[in-house]
């Protein structure tokens, strides 16, 4: 028997098949309204696809992960936002200062949000959206990125997966730091491949891990 997922809308009960979780996931589907907590956007709202309270990265995780990043390093230039949903990440890090983001995400409608998203914040003439898989992102761009942000449905039994590969990418380098928000109750490995875990923090369910490539002599 497959996996579902069951929520109330209005007045009804709707059982989806498991697959269709990842609609609800990625594109933040919820009723609460989220802004970027920083930089020359601060307060700006972000558009999210209308619906329900579906695990959106809430404005003080988002805060809380760019608090730890330029604790680590400064002077961003380019950055990577896979899983990307309506964009909040790599919308927090524009407005942040970072020179250039891409966004990937495979939900078509995602992908007109954040198109949406950069407009409203002045940032489109700094980014770029892929439509597409993560992993087919992961295998076709080739420039390596100060700042990667993986935020997968805590379905995704492929996570390890991917983080891996990403390791092995030509994407991540020395000084790349790649942050991943997973559920706190599936841990991700300390290590994958030769990038290793620097640094966890916990915020209720959510867990955000921090990875870089080990220094080499």
Same mark, same amino acid.
């Given at each position: 028997?497959?996996?579902?997922?069951?929520?109330?809308?209005?007045?009804?009960?709707?059982?989806?098949?498991?697959?269709?979780?990842?609609?609800?996931?990625?594109?933040?589907?919820?009723?609460?309204?989220?802004?970027?907590?920083?930089?020359?956007?601060?307060?700006?709202?972000?558009?999210?696809?209308?619906?329900? %309270?579906?695990?959106?990265? !809430?404005?003080?995780? =988002?805060?809380?992960?760019? @608090?730890?990043? &330029?604790?680590?390093? /400064?002077?961003?230039?380019?950055?990577?936002?896979?899983?990307?949903?309506?964009?909040?990440?790599?919308?927090?890090?524009?407005?942040?200062?970072?020179?250039?983001?891409?966004?990937?995400?495979?939900?078509?409608?995602?992908?007109?949000?954040?198109?949406?998203?950069?407009?409203?914040?002045?940032?489109?003439?700094?980014?770029?959206?892929?439509?597409?898989?993560?992993?087919?992102?992961?295998?076709?761009?080739?420039?390596?990125?100060?700042?990667?942000?993986?935020?997968?449905?805590?379905?995704?039994?492929? %996570?390890?997966?991917?983080? !891996?590969?990403?390791? =092995?990418?030509?994407?991540? @380098?020395?000084? &790349?730091?790649?942050? /991943?928000?997973?559920?706190?109750?599936?841990?991700?490995?300390?290590?994958?491949?030769?990038?290793?875990?620097?640094?966890?923090?916990?915020?209720?369910?959510?867990?955000?891990?921090?990875?870089?490539?080990?220094?080499?002599?």
């Amino acid at each position: 028997m497959s996996a579902s997922l069951t929520y109330e809308q209005g007045n009804s009960i709707i059982i989806k098949p498991l697959d269709s979780y990842y609609f609800i996931d990625r594109c933040r589907l919820t009723s609460a309204k989220m802004r970027i907590t920083g930089g020359s956007a601060r307060g700006h709202i972000i558009k999210t696809l209308p619906g329900l %309270l579906v695990r959106p990265t !809430t404005d003080k995780v =988002r805060e809380a992960v760019f @608090s730890m990043l &330029t604790a680590m390093s /400064v002077g961003w230039d380019r950055g990577l936002d896979l899983f990307a949903g309506s964009g909040a990440l790599g919308l927090e890090a524009l407005s942040r200062g970072i020179g250039w983001l891409d966004f990937v995400d495979q939900n078509n409608k995602c992908c007109q949000v954040i198109k949406q998203n950069l407009a409203k914040t002045g940032f489109i003439d700094r980014a770029h959206v892929y439509c597409c898989p993560s992993m087919k992102a992961i295998g076709f761009l080739e420039t390596s990125y100060d700042l990667v942000f993986l935020d997968p449905p805590y379905a995704d039994t492929h %996570l390890g997966e991917l983080v !891996t590969g990403l390791a =092995r990418s030509s994407l991540v @380098s020395g000084d &790349t730091l790649v942050t /991943v928000s997973h559920a706190a109750r599936s841990p991700l490995n300390d290590k994958y491949d030769d990038m290793s875990k620097i640094k966890e923090k916990r915020y209720g369910d959510t867990c955000i891990s921090i990875y870089q490539k080990e220094a080499t002599t």
